[in-house]
């Protein structure tokens, strides 16, 4: 298994600042990926954090907005930008040790635009 | 479109007992399945997966059912413990892993002392 921490734990943020929120993981992984979680409902997929390339964005979410650092393959930022209070949400952070295998998850970022 | 869900949203469990929770997917290409439970506060935490060529997979305490004809999952707990209590999410994907996880709605278990 792979075991995943992020930084900041949670958060509470000012309508248009932004907010960068680390994901480290602690062995090499192929995969990273980034979701979000509204309180009480399931997990939506941002993007895939590909290391070395632009990260692949699902339907509904834009580089602007989301831009996604992967420098190496332990580490990934997700940057949430011009926040309004629509972004409050659960920002989680996954990793895969390579296509195929098990996904594991980060303890989150609570995020709370005011 | 793709779409995982679950039958039932809660489900009450006295401890002890045995617990189902139940998923459907839509995507007949679906041929890689995990189970996750979330606690409150926390990230989704790994319980149990299953590959498209079985139809059971064991683990400890824990049971997954799949049924790919009717495209149905199931996440069976034996003797229930009040540590179950979490929110379980069913989660596919296709292509032998190589497409990103598709989540289901999640259920509610409550295990009742």
């Known amino acids: 298994s792979a075991v995943i921490s992020q930084k900041p734990s949670r958060d509470i943020c000012q309508r248009g600042t932004s907010l960068t929120i680390q994901c480290q993981v602690d062995?090499?992984?192929?995969?990273m990926f980034w979701y979000r979680q509204q309180p009480g409902q399931s997990l939506t997929l941002i993007a895939t954090?590909?290391?070395?390339?632009?990260?692949?964005?699902e339907s509904g979410f834009v580089i602007d907005k989301f831009p996604i650092s992967r420098p190496n393959l332990t580490f990934s930022t997700l940057t949430v930008s011009n926040m309004s209070p629509e972004d409050s949400s659960i920002y989680l952070c996954?990793?895969?040790?390579?296509?195929?295998?098990?996904?594991?998850f980060g303890p989150g970022t609570r995020l709370t635009v005011t | 479109g793709e779409s995982v869900g679950l039958h039932l949203p809660t489900l009450s469990v006295q401890e002890g007992d045995n617990s189902i929770i139940n998923c459907a997917y839509s995507n007949s290409a679906s041929d890689y399945f995990i189970w996750y439970k979330q606690e409150s506060g926390k990230g989704p935490q790994f319980i149990i997966d299953?590959?498209?060529?079985?139809d059971k997979r064991q683990g400890q305490r824990v049971t997954v059912l799949l049924n790919k004809t009717v495209k149905h999952l199931s996440l069976q707990i034996a003797a229930t413990q009040p540590g179950d209590s979490a929110v379980y999410f069913c989660?596919?994907?296709?292509?032998?892993?190589?497409?990103?996880?598709?989540f289901g709605k999640g259920t509610r278990l409550s295990v009742i002392a």
């Open positions: 299953i590959r498209s060529n079985m």
């Open positions: 062995s090499q992984v192929t995969m």
């Open positions: 989660a596919e994907t296709h292509n032998s892993g190589n497409t990103p996880l598709v």
């Open positions: 996954s990793a895969q040790r390579d296509r195929g295998y098990e996904q594991y």
């Open positions: 954090a590909n290391q070395g390339s632009e990260a692949t964005y």
